[in-house]
């Protein structure tokens, strides 16, 4: 038993050696990226925060709070903190630390598919782990252009965590490696019978479990991920059993089970045993309302052949077709099965791409992920190709096979030794001028902290309720009370009634929104979210102008009033296309300007043989025309003004800002050569004092 102690120890120390070294490297990659914590009011970064802190907290996860960016970033960033400690500022470096460390994970589990043995692959993930590193950091080197524009999400955190939402494939396809070679050491014997007969431990239950436990690391990434492995389960199904149909029937129902109860497991692990609530937030967080996001009309996907895929997806499209054939062609099954994990890995990055596409009808996706795929795999390639053609001279072979794994483990140690000294000196060389520590955020911000100095004063101990919740929440320690932090994140009819019911119950004494002057991206947030501002300029005033409120927010108080105006209006319904209608609003105080609230009856339709021309999806697109001129007369960008609503509502209420006592809105069903509209009634609900168009 000691005996057998050891030899396991001695095989898993260059596994843990290694890991310790990519540890080594995400830490480098955390450190650059909270060097500063300036952060964008309506960015990613407490995207990324926000739920962690609440996890953190104690809040359960989907039933109190949404976790937008799935179960791999929340748990991955919150153990982390667990460890280094909860701050902003280091909440910064575990997002970064855990997207350089999933971007490892994919280096990994391509060296080991490609190269078939644990020496060689250990030693091409550290050398190419190390020189992409390098790269990133800004060292100039052979080919390091070409690599470093293939790393944008592998860099950053950025958005949207895309990077750690990715790991879901490689993570899978790696615990699947490692399920399949216990099996290996472990094989059923040939007289077992029952469960143990028809249920080997590897490919018929570990394989699918993991598929089916991984899918709620991300909602888009986990599935792509799913489908990826199941067709490279299939494929190799085909070639095991060949013929034998009912093998592969037997093998396929067992792969659908176990997975299922696989994605049973894991959401009541990760929901807290909500999985209806992670159900729910699932399917109205992700691309479930294609209709809401983006304001221009060209960002739709309405018919297949507009979409505009980048060549990362052709290219990891063509290397999955590639694997695909090599599943078949491979003289053993060992051979085979790293094939198929090649297969998954190549798929699954292209399919993130296209079912992003078509579930957001979007005419490109995120191909950040199949770029790092080709990053990774070209010279992973290249190095199998030279390590194929040595064995042929078996003495070169030997040799090399000696020493390139000790000086790669060198190298690798070189480079953390680099960037450990890298970071040390950023520290010791300071941060420069215009910058002030925040303790209660942890790190170091630029004018910001000034901004932040004058929030707080603002708020006083008031309490506070953010369309877009940030530092303020965090510097007093609270929390968003609706448990969704950002509007853009309330989606499904059902999540904005409760969202919208909270709001108008109280129990808050501030609304903090972001000021379109500095974000033109609220300019949208307004207007495709009007079923929540109009009751925000109903019953609510500024305390001041973007400038008086620190520069980043306007910060809103009850006045005790309603503040409809009462203006008296009249509503133009002009069908100026099939598709497309003008609608005007007329005050009788020709010197009115402000905002009216506008509740229209519309129905829109689609030629019967849309879907067999192609079609994906219609949509409804409104161009706020008065509005965009007064942005573009002011020298804003008017484009983000632009927003569309669902086409399948009898009524929807919408924003008609007016000046000089008229507005207009130009209402066009899209795509133009299909689709149909028609607005039947409009009436004013009321009249508000537009505050950020006038008042400022």
């Not at 807290?272 to 159900?279: F, K, R």
């Not at 505009?308 to 062609?329: G, H, Q, T």
């Not at 303790?439 to 309720?465: F, N």
């Not at 609003?585 to 030629?607: E, I, K, R």
């Amino acid at each position: 038993m000691k005996e057998t102690t050891k030899h396991t120890l001695r095989r898993l120390a260059p596994w843990a050696a290694l890991l310790i070294l990519l540890a080594g490297f995400a830490a480098v990659r955390g450190l650059a990226g909270s060097f500063v914590i300036d952060y964008d009011i309506m960015n990613g970064d407490f995207q990324n925060y926000n739920p962690v802190r609440r996890l953190l907290a104690g809040q359960a996860p989907y039933a109190q709070f949404a976790a937008y960016l799935g179960a791999g970033e929340l748990y991955g960033v919150a153990a982390i903190l667990l460890v280094v400690g909860n701050t902003f500022a280091r909440s910064m470096f575990a997002a970064d630390f855990l997207t350089w460390f999933c971007f490892e994970l994919l280096i990994l589990a391509v060296s080991r598919a490609l190269m078939g043995r644990g020496r060689p692959a250990r030693a091409l993930t550290a050398v190419l782990s190390g020189y992409c590193l390098l790269v990133v950091q800004g060292i100039s080197l052979p080919g390091g252009g070409w690599l470093g524009s293939l790393l944008g999400y592998a860099s950053s955190s950025g958005n949207s965590a895309r990077m750690i939402r990715s790991g879901a494939l490689p993570i899978a396809v790696l615990l699947c490696g490692v399920a399949l070679c216990l099996w290996r050491e472990h094989p059923p014997r040939p007289e077992a019978r029952g469960l143990r007969k028809y249920l080997p431990l590897g490919p018929a239950v570990a394989v699918p479990f993991i598929a089916g436990m991984m899918v709620p690391w991300s909602n888009d990434m986990g599935a792509a991920m799913y489908i990826a492995v199941a067709l490279g389960y299939g494929l190799f199904l085909l070639r095991h059993y060949g013929t034998n149909l009912k093998a592969v029937a037997l093998r396929v129902g067992q792969y659908i089970l176990v997975s299922v109860a696989g994605l049973g497991v894991s959401v009541m692990v990760v929901s807290w045993g909500h999985p209806l609530s992670w159900l729910r937030q699932t399917r109205g967080t992700s691309a479930y309302q294609a209709w809401y996001y983006s304001s221009s009309q060209e960002a739709k996907l309405y018919y297949l052949n507009e979409l505009e895929l980048n060549w990362s997806f052709w290219a990891a499209l063509a290397l999955a077709v590639v694997f695909a054939v090599v599943i078949f062609r491979a003289r053993t099954d060992e051979n085979a099965v790293r094939a198929a994990a090649l297969f998954a890995l190549s798929l699954g990055m292209a399919l993130w791409n296209i079912l992003y596409c078509l579930l957001s009808s979007a005419r490109n996706g995120p191909d950040g992920g199949a770029k790092a795929l080709i990053a990774v795999m070209l010279p992973a390639l290249a190095v199998t190709g030279l390590a194929w053609l040595a064995r042929h001279r078996e003495k070169l072979f030997r040799i090399l096979g000696r020493v390139l794994p000790p000086v790669a483990a060198v190298a690798g140690c070189a480079v953390l030794v680099w960037g450990a000294c890298d970071q040390i000196d950023a520290r010791i060389q300071g941060r420069g001028e215009g910058y002030t520590r925040v303790d209660s955020l942890g790190g170091w911000l630029g004018d910001k902290a000034e901004k932040l100095a004058t929030e707080q004063s603002i708020l006083a101990g008031r309490t506070l309720w953010s369309t877009y919740a940030s530092a303020l929440e965090t510097m007093e320690g609270v929390f968003q009370p609706s448990g969704t932090d950002y509007i853009i994140h309330v989606l499904g009819d059902s999540q904005r009634l409760a969202y919208l019911q909270q709001f108008q119950a109280g129990g808050f004494d501030l609304v903090q929104t972001p000021s379109y002057k500095v974000s033109s991206y609220e300019r949208w947030s307004r207007n495709a979210n009007w079923w929540f501002y109009r009751e925000l300029y109903r019953y609510w005033v500024p305390v001041g102008t973007t400038y008086a409120c620190g520069g980043m927010h306007i910060f809103w108080q009850r006045n005790g009033v309603d503040n409809d105006m009462g203006m008296t209006t009249t509503v133009d319904i002009a069908q100026t296309a099939d598709n497309v209608v003008t609608l005007t609003v007329t005050a009788d105080d020709p010197t009115f300007c402000g905002v009216a609230d506008v509740t229209l009856h519309y129905t829109q339709t689609v030629d019967s043989n849309f879907l067999l021309r192609g079609g994906v999806g219609s949509y409804l697109h409104v161009s706020p025309d008065t509005e965009k001129r007064l942005c573009e007369e002011a020298g804003r960008e008017s484009l983000n003004c632009e927003f569309f609503i669902p086409t399948s509502k009898d009524g929807y209420d919408i924003p008609v800002t007016m000046e000089n006592g008229t507005g207009t809105v130009t209402l066009t069903a899209l795509p133009g050569n299909a689709a149909h509209l028609t607005v039947s009634s409009a009436q004013v609900n009321g009249t508000f004092f537009d505050w950020e168009y006038f008042y400022e």
